[in-house]
């Protein structure tokens, strides 16, 4: 579904990402970690459109998406959620989402999924008639990915979904994504939550200074991660 190749992207002459392969499988969790400067965030920025690659190829469910600008992106079925939820804050709840309606639904499909991301997140229902402005980050948070889900995207780009949400909160935003995943859409998360985001993922990609160094099953990434890091301190002894 989602398919990197040679990827190598950075800011102006400052090289971030460096010779990225990857893959995400239509139904697919993949989790990107790293420390803070690794290039997971460059890295869904780039896919998104926001930053064009020095070189390298991205594609969509075969279609070549490499040159797109982020805002044709959704039309090649792909859709970046960002930190910083990026809503429309003088608009009421329900009219962020109804302008979210990209995909084209009927009425009815489209009542469905108002619904059912009410249903998620009861706190929207209740503010629906409220200004986006007055919701909390958390809560501004669960309206992008609102949005996000009435576009109907082949793959959905998370980066941090945990930022400015309490604790408590992230449970049901993974259980959303993960349903959302059991659909059909591969779900390409950015998250540093590692003991609330390994259980959900399929697979978990380990990013160090813009190149992947290691890649394996999301259920032995910890255990995988912990053994490598020993035969390397291990050599260097």
């Known amino acids: 579904m989602l398919r990197i190749s040679g ?7 400052v090289p ?10 239509a139904g697919e969790i ?11 965030s460059t890295l869904l920025r780039t896919l998104g459109g926001l ?8 594609s969509v469910d075969g279609t070549d998406v490499t040159s797109v600008p982020a805002e044709r992106m959704p039309s090649h079925g792909l859709r970046l959620v960002l930190d910083g939820h990026r809503i429309f804050p003088e608009l009421t709840v329900l009219d962020n989402l109804r302008i979210c309606n990209t995909a084209g639904m009927s009425a009815a499909a489209f009542r469905s999924s108002i619904d059912r991301i009410f249903d998620v997140f009861p706190i929207l229902a209740e503010k629906r008639r ?15 990915l609102g949005q996000a889900f ?4 082949k793959v959905l780009l998370c980066d941090e979904p945990s930022t400015g949400l309490a604790q408590a909160l992230m449970p049901l935003i993974l259980k959303f994504l993960t349903d959302w995943a059991k659909e059909g859409t591969a779900v390409v998360i950015v998250e540093q939550h ?10 978990a990609v380990l990013l160090e200074r813009g190149e992947i160094v290691f890649e394996g099953k999301a259920d032995t990434f910890a255990a995988d991660i912990a053994e490598r890091n020993a035969r390397i301190a291990a050599a260097s002894a």
């Open 16 to 25: 971030v990402l460096r010779n990225i392969d990857l893959q995400a499988a």
């Open 51 to 58: 930053i064009r690659p020095s070189s390298g190829a991205i």
């Open 130 to 144: 409220q200004p986006a402005r007055d919701l909390s980050g958390g809560q501004q948070q669960m309206l992008a």
């Open 30 to 40: 993949l989790l990107i970690v790293g420390e803070n400067g690794a290039g997971k």
């Open 150 to 153: 009435l576009a109907k995207p």
């Open 7 to 13: 990827l190598s992207a950075g800011y102006g002459t």
């Open 194 to 203: 590692l003991r609330i985001a390994l259980p959900v993922a399929d697979r």
